[in-house]
C-alpha cells in the first residue's frame, strides 16, 4: 500500500493566505512547517519499509502499512487545521466526516480514514497492492513461491496474494496438501481452470477451503464456488471471481460473459476491489471480456495458456488488464511438461506421456495497484524472474 501526501496550495482569499506586505518571517515560517509536515510523511513511510525488510512469510504487513496511513493522514488533517486557522478537535470532525462517508458508501470498507476530512482525504490516496501469480506449474513452480513468494511480497509492499494453482500437483490440479502448502507460503486466494477438478482429492476443499475457487461457469452440481470476498486482517475486502473462457475448450460451459457481469454486481454489494482470473486459450476472448466488464472491476487477468504476454494496460475505464500472466514454474519446457514428450506427440499423432519438466524455474505474475477508494486499477506491472533454489 502506498500513500501519497502533498500539502494543498493556498489559494488567495482564504484564511491563511499570506496577506500583502507581511514580512518574510510568516512566509519562512509557513514553509518550515510545510518541510516538516513532509518530513513526518516520509518518516512514517520508512518505517513501514524499515519493519517491511524485517517480515517474515506470515506477517500481516498490511497492519503496518494501515498504520503508517493512519499516523500520516492524521498528521495531514492537523496541519490542514493549522492552515485554515481553525480550532476544530479531530473528534469533532470525524464526526461530520462520518456522515460524508457513509453517503458515498465508503465508511464500513475504510474505517481507517473516518477520522481524516473531506479536504485532506482529496490530498492523500490509498492504493491497495495485490501480487496476481500466474499458473503454479508442478514442483519447480511451488519450490519457487517456498523460496521466493515472502520476498516478492515484501519487496512490492503487496497486501494480497492471488494465484492460480490449476497445474500446482505435477501440472494437473491440486490436492488438499499442496493447496495448504500454497496458504503456507504467502498466497491467500487460490483460483483454478480446466484442470480444477482433475484429482478427486481435492474436492472437499472447494466446500471447506473459501479461499479455494474454480471456474464459476461449470455446469451446477460441481463442488465449490466460482468466486470469494477475502477479508484482510485491516478489514478491507477483495472480491475475487474465477471464469473460464469457451474458444477452443472441450467443456460445455455456461456463458463467462453472461454469468460474470452477474456475479461482479453480486460482488460489488459487499466490496468494489475485485480481480478476475479469466482462465482461456483465445487472447480475442480475454480482451473482449476485459472491455465488456471495464470500469465495474479493478483487474481481469488472463491465465491458462503458460505464456506471459507483454500486453499489459490499465483500460480506458479503469480495469487493469493482460491477456495472460504465464506460468511459475520450469522455463525449460513446453508450458511445463519436459519437451522430448511434446514434439513426440507432434511428430507422431499418437498418444505419449507427459513429464512435468523442473529445468529452469521462474515466477510470472503481475503487481496489481489498486485506489481503495475507487476501485479502480493505478497500474499494472508485469513481473518475470529467473529464480534459482538455495
Ligand atoms: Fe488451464
Ligand atoms: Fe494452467
Not at 475475487?240 to 460473459?257: K, S
Not at 525449460?332 to 513429464?355: C, D, H, N, W, Y
Request: charged share 25%; hydrophobic share 40%.
Amino acid at each position: 500500500m502506498m500513500v501519497k501526501a502533498r500539502c494543498p496550495p493556498l489559494v488567495s482569499g482564504q484564511r491563511g493566505h499570506e496577506p500583502t506586505g507581511q514580512s518574510n518571517t510568516w512566509r519562512e515560517s509557513r514553509r518550515v512547517r510545510f518541510l516538516f509536515h513532509l518530513l513526518l510523511v516520509c518518516r512514517d513511510q520508512l518505517r513501514g519499509a524499515d519493519r517491511s525488510r524485517g517480515a517474515g512469510s506470515g506477517t500481516p504487513q498490511r497492519l503496518r502499512c494501515e498504520g503508517a496511513t493512519r499516523a500520516s493522514g492524521e498528521r495531514a488533517h492537523r496541519a490542514h487545521l493549522r492552515r485554515r486557522g481553525e480550532r476544530k478537535t479531530l473528534r469533532s470532525s470525524a464526526k461530520q466526516n462520518e456522515g460524508g462517508v457513509e453517503a458515498r458508501g465508503n465508511a464500513k470498507q475504510f474505517p481507517h480514514l473516518k477520522l481524516i476530512s473531506w479536504q485532506c482525504r482529496s490530498q492523500i490516496r490509498v492504493f491497495m497492492k495485490i501480487l496476481f501469480v500466474g499458473d503454479i506449474f508442478g514442483n519447480a513452480g511451488r519450490r519457487a513461491l517456498a523460496e521466493h513468494l515472502a520476498r516478492l511480497m515484501s519487496e512490492h509492499k503487496a497486501d494480497l496474494c492471488i494465484a492460480n494453482g490449476e497445474n500446482a500437483a505435477g501440472g494437473w490440479g491440486l490436492t488438499a496438501a499442496i493447496l495448504k502448502k500454497l496458504h503456507k507460503y504467502g498466497v491467500h486466494v487460490v483460483t483454478g481452470g480446466n484442470h480444477s477438478f482433475a484429482n478427486q482429492e481435492i474436492l472437499p476443499a472447494f466446500e471447506s477451503d473459501p479461499a479455494l475457487v474454480r471456474p464459476l461457469n461449470f455446469p451446477p452440481g460441481n463442488p465449490g464456488k466460482g468466486s470469494t470476498v477475502y477479508t484482510l486482517a485491516d478489514g478491507r475486502k477483495v472480491g475475487v471471481l474465477n471464469l473460464q473462457g469457451r474458444t477452443f475448450f472441450a467443456e460445455a460451459l455456461d456463458c463467462p460473459f453472461r454469468l460474470g457481469t452477474a456475479a461482479i454486481e453480486d460482488l460489488r454489494t459487499h466490496t468494489h476491489i475485485i480481480v478476475v482470473d479469466f482462465h482461456a486459450e483465445a487472447s480475442s476472448e480475454k480482451i473482449a471480456f476485459a472491455q465488456h466488464v471495464d470500469g465495474t472491476v479493478g483487474a481481469v487477468v488472463g491465465t491458462h495458456t503458460h505464456v506471459q504476454t507483454a500486453d499489459e494496460r490499465v483500460l480506458a475505464g479503469g480495469t487493469a488488464f493482460i491477456t495472460d500472466v504465464g506460468m511459475t514454474g520450469p522455463e525449460e519446457s513446453a508450458i511445463g511438461m519436459k519437451t522430448k514428450g511434446i514434439i513426440r506427440r507432434f511428430l507422431l499423432q499418437s498418444p505419449v506421456r507427459f513429464e512435468p519438466s523442473s529445468d529452469g524455474p521462474m515466477i510470472n505474475a503481475v503487481l496489481l495497484e489498486i485506489d481503495d477508494t475507487t476501485g479502480k486499477a493505478v497500474s499494472i506491472a508485469r513481473i518475470f524472474e529467473r529464480v534459482r533454489f538455495s
